[in-house]
């Protein structure tokens, strides 16, 4: 949305200005999603009655929430007239949220908005000669300012805007603000976590170069890929507070606390206790008002739950794009609360593990962060188990950055049939083996994979733990029927007989075909490249590598199994490239991970 939704808004309100029309405004019972409110019964009322004081003359004081009638400008500051104030506005005095002002320069800036009798006052220390106020003036803006009927109950105040601006073509950008909301801490004990310049102290996991970025002292996120930024250092107990704005109508992200280094296998999120930073969506199992949940293995305790480990919020305080979100989030002994806006609206209990990294996550929409800040409270006494405390960073870092094939090689056998799709990097089957375009000598490396296709059911060779295939009495090789989905594999330096096998034979994956299957190699090196066990998920689930390459010898991990252990590859290449094999076969790889060990 570039501003379309709140200029609809204020077209539909001027066919107040037809003989006998009149208008009911929704602001407070709408749907963020859908321009068509859920609440039928509050709507046909609301128009019920002005159709009572329109068509049949009653004297309904109740009919018709505030609108906007005029204003005054004195000494920096604006005073909002309104007609249908009922018995007064609400609230009676003090602040209130919504409005934004503009000089003849027409940028906006988040006002400071007080109530005085049935007149709002409206001013900022970024406008000293103000021109121009909005309220109410986003693609689905909260209600913040009601009319008080006879009755006691309110009905909310039409949006407006004082001036006639036309759009510009990429729409009006986000109102600024002081820089900070008002439930920012004044203790000296908080410090900062970004330095508001850089973004020194904090690692990108999974995502492009460009999804996390600096811009006028916050923490800028694109939203794509899915992935995350978490902090270098883990923390344990901790007051944490930070401020977002999400810059789309419908907006995702997330804080982790409490998180693993790295993503969980076949994921784009880490483990972790997940708090949600949501705007514009709502469902029977979610809200937009700050969830708190365990994700991909860690547990929680919830408060407030609704029979899961979610913990929902008592509350609803969250403001819409584009305001600022204020959270303060405190973490001790595995309970974790959520203020939102000044308020703890949400809890959870005996959370694990219940030490890590701190991370933002990105997560389809564009969202700002600053002011973040943490204090650190007190360790456990005694010192945390190891289970309790997440895994640590051991230096891996992506290849594969979520948006193109930045740090490969790809050429036309390439383009096309490798397609990065998100955190996932697709293949179809049809091009050519993809390589890394730098070379490594001796590394870690973890990598996702999954079939994709259709499994049919095959016969497949038998192997022996020695590499050759297992002959029966017949003097035939004997065969098993598998599930199988294709055939690919992950060559290591340059080099396609150094091969870690994937694919659906009973002897399992990370199988070196290239040393296995060579009969001039010795028997102990043909055995060494055969798989201990078949550690392979089924086929359309992911699976994980971790493949330790050093000098010449490999080692492979598959899904948290040692399948190959210090096998020796004579000849083996010192140095070259990695490279995802093509061998028909369509798959998907995903969490590719590179560490070189040593100088």
């Not at 509050?42 to 068509?55: D, E, F, K, P, S």
């Not at 007149?119 to 913040?144: I, L």
């Not at 595995?334 to 806006?341: I, K, T």
């Not at 990598?447 to 022996?464: K, Q, S, Y």
Request: with cysteine; net charge negative; aromatic share 8%.
């Amino acid at each position: 949305d570039r501003g379309e939704a709140a200029e609809l808004r204020e077209a539909q309100s001027r066919a107040l200005s037809l003989p006998a029309t009149g208008m009911a405004v929704t602001l407070d019972i709408g749907d963020p999603k859908d321009i068509h409110p859920r609440d039928k019964r509050t709507v046909g009322n609301r128009l019920a009655r002005q159709a009572l004081v329109i068509a049949y003359g009653r004297n309904d004081a109740d009919a018709q929430g505030p609108v906007y009638a005029g204003r005054d400008v004195q000494d920096g500051r604006v005073r909002i007239r309104f007609d249908h104030v009922g018995r007064g506005l609400s609230p009676t005095k003090g602040s209130v949220d919504g409005f934004v002002v503009a000089g003849a320069d027409r940028r906006f800036f988040v006002a400071d908005a007080v109530v005085e009798g049935n007149e709002v006052v409206v001013s900022s220390p970024k406008v000293p000669q103000p021109v121009a106020v909005r309220y109410g003036w986003s693609a689905a803006p909260r209600a913040t300012l009601f009319g008080t009927n006879t009755d006691g109950s309110l009905l909310p105040a039409a949006p407006f805007r004082t001036d006639d601006w036309v759009r510009p073509a990429d729409g009006w950008p986000p109102p600024r603000d002081s820089g900070a909301t008002a439930y920012l801490s004044a203790d000296p004990a908080m410090r900062p976590l970004f330095n508001g310049h850089d973004l020194s102290g904090w690692t990108n996991i999974n995502c492009a170069p460009g999804t996390f970025t600096v811009q006028d002292g916050m923490i800028h996120c694109t939203g794509v890929p899915t992935g995350l930024l978490r902090t270098d250092r883990m923390y344990e107990n901790y007051e944490l507070e930070l401020e977002w704005r999400h810059l789309s109508e419908q907006g995702n992200a997330g804080l982790f606390i409490w998180s693993d280094a790295l993503t969980a296998p076949g994921q784009p999120f880490s483990r972790a206790v997940e708090v949600q930073v949501m705007v514009g969506a709502e469902g029977d199992w979610y809200t937009s008002d700050g969830d708190v949940f365990p994700i991909h293995g860690a547990t929680m305790t919830p408060e407030n739950g609704r029979g899961g480990s979610r913990a929902f919020p008592t509350e609803k305080r969250m403001k819409p794009s584009p305001e600022w979100n204020h959270y303060l989030v405190t973490c001790n002994n595995g309970d974790v609360s959520l203020a939102v806006n000044g308020k703890v609206v949400t809890r959870g209990r005996n959370a694990s593990p219940r030490k890590g990294y701190i991370c933002l996550e990105s997560e389809g929409t564009p969202i700002d962060f600053r002011n973040i800040r943490i204090k650190e409270l007190p360790p456990a006494s005694p010192a945390l188990a190891p289970e309790l405390v997440a895994t640590t960073d051991e230096g891996f870092r992506t290849i594969y950055t979520g948006v193109d094939l930045s740090g490969w090689k790809a050429g036309p056998e390439q383009v096309g049939h490798w397609q990065p799709a998100d955190w996932v990097l697709r293949y179809d089957g049809a091009g050519a083996d993809l390589w890394t375009d730098r070379s490594y000598r001796d590394f870690q490396m973890i990598v996702d994979w999954r079939f994709t296709r259709e499994p049919v059911e095959t016969e497949r060779p038998l192997i022996g733990s020695d590499g050759n295939e297992i002959q029966g009495s017949d003097g035939k090789t004997k065969t098993a029927k598998v599930a199988d989905a294709g055939d690919s594999g992950i060559y290591l330096r340059g080099n396609s007989k150094s091969q870690v096998n994937i694919w659906c034979w009973p002897a399992g994956s990370g199988e070196v075909w290239g040393y296995r299957t060579d009969g001039n190699m010795p028997a102990a090196v043909r055995a060494a490249a055969t798989p201990r066990e078949r550690a392979d998920n089924p086929p359309g689930q992911w699976n994980r590598f971790l493949i330790t390459m050093k000098g010449d010898q490999l080692t492979v991990v598959l899904n948290g199994r040692t399948v190959i252990e210090n096998a020796v590859l004579p000849g083996v290449p010192a140095e070259g490239p990695i490279g995802l094999q093509h061998h028909g076969d369509p798959i998907e790889f995903a969490n590719i991970f590179v560490r070189e060990i040593g100088g």
